[in-house]
């Protein structure tokens, strides 16, 4: 069995900053990407960012140079880093990763509960 848990949101002002962890746990063989989903009240999930198990991240237009998402192959954990919050960045933010577990044949797409991000004065 495995398990993505998220956490590090929060209630934050327009201009903050938050940083997200989101960390795998389980029988697990191997992590190919990682990435980080929103969605928002009333619209459908979105991409926020990717990375690759090389360290490669792609982001969503939306939030290019204010995010910046990470790894830490050894502790099985994705970060997301967001700086200069707006109020268009509420949402619930999912943890996503596709896992190798043991005794499986082959790479499968996880996904955490989600953390709530609310960007408000």
């Known amino acids: 069995q495995v398990q993505l848990v998220e956490s590090g949101g929060g209630l934050v002002q327009p201009g903050g900053s938050l940083r997200l962890s989101c960390a795998a746990s389980g029988t697990i063989f191997s992590i190919n990407d990682m990435g980080w989903y929103r969605q928002a009240p009333g619209k459908e999930r979105e991409l926020v960012a990717t990375?690759?198990?090389?360290?490669?991240?792609n982001y969503a237009d939306s939030v290019k140079g204010r995010f910046t998402i990470s790894r830490d192959t050894a502790k099985k954990t994705v970060y997301l880093q967001m700086n200069t919050l707006k109020p268009e960045d509420t949402a619930v933010y999912y943890c996503?990763?596709?896992?190798?577990?043991?005794?499986?044949?082959?790479?499968?797409?996880?996904w955490g509960k989600g953390t709530l991000v609310t960007v408000s004065s």
């Open positions: 996503n990763a596709y896992i190798y577990v043991v005794g499986t044949s082959g790479y499968a797409s996880y």
């Open positions: 990375i690759t198990s090389g360290g490669k991240g």
